[in-house]
């Protein structure tokens, strides 16, 4: 009997401080524990040394540290009617670990199901060519709709980044139509330019040299010059234009 008895109690005393041991509980520093008492919530405990009462208290850990998962493929349209593939990823973090535990069942998927949902709604919204060249401003809005959603579960998207936008084939080939009608326009108009440019300039070339006659031979003299540096076989001789108005009009005599 007395070893029976000897027997139970080391049994208890092991039983006692297998209990003690589990109720210590170590948080590291990015780790918060979400403390319930009989089921009712407590208080947020960490980090380092925390104390549970087994059988009593429940704690769920609840990691702190920024969470990186990529948005899976988005199939969804423009506001220009151009079907699109998009592909992301979002970075967000726990800022208030009571309100991610109570407010909301298995937040990291939440976080994910939210976001492919507020990708297609606000891509939706923009034509292709914002998609394709304003991606900073388009991360930015997908980025404060998600948090405006998320922040009633106490977590906080801080990034947003769109990262690739796949066409079809023939969309491809279509907008590199664009862009080449695009540059020949571009071309057609800068060649436009220069013309007017050019026949300003003629003009007032001209009208400086009708003021003084003598402008008009040194040009002349000038072109001459020209020609004779020339080793071409071909000579253009220019022929003033004062002789040719004598030779039209043979009833004026030229001035002694």
Known sequence: MTGFTLGFSGAAFVLAALIVISAFRIFRE?????????GRFWKVKGPGLVVIIP??????????RT?????????????????????????????DPEKAIIQVAQF??????????????VLGKHELDE??????????DIQKALDAQT????????????????????????????????????AKVIHAEGELQAAEKLLQ????????PQAIQLRYLQTLTNIAGDKSSTIVFPLPMDLIGALLNPDKTPPA
């Open 30 to 38: 990015y780790e918060r524990g979400v403390v319930f008492m009989l």
């Open 55 to 64: 059988g009593v208290q429940q704690v769920v850990r609840v990691d702190l």
């Open 67 to 95: 969470v990186v998962f990529a948005v899976p493929p988005q199939d969804l349209i423009t506001r220009d009617n151009v079907s699109v593939n998009v592909s992301a990823v979002v970075y967000f973090r726990v800022v």
């Open 108 to 121: 990291p998927e939440a976080t994910s199901q939210l976001s492919q949902t507020t990708l297609r709604s």
């Open 131 to 140: 998609l394709l060249a304003e991606r900073e401003r388009l991360n930015l």
């Open 151 to 186: 922040n009633a579960w106490g977590i906080k998207v801080s990034n947003v980044e769109i990262k690739n936008v796949d066409l079809k084939e023939s969309m491809v080939i279509a907008i590199a139509k664009q862009a080449e009608a695009e540059r020949e326009r571009r």
């Open 205 to 212: 070339a001209a009208q400086l040299l009708a003021r003084e």
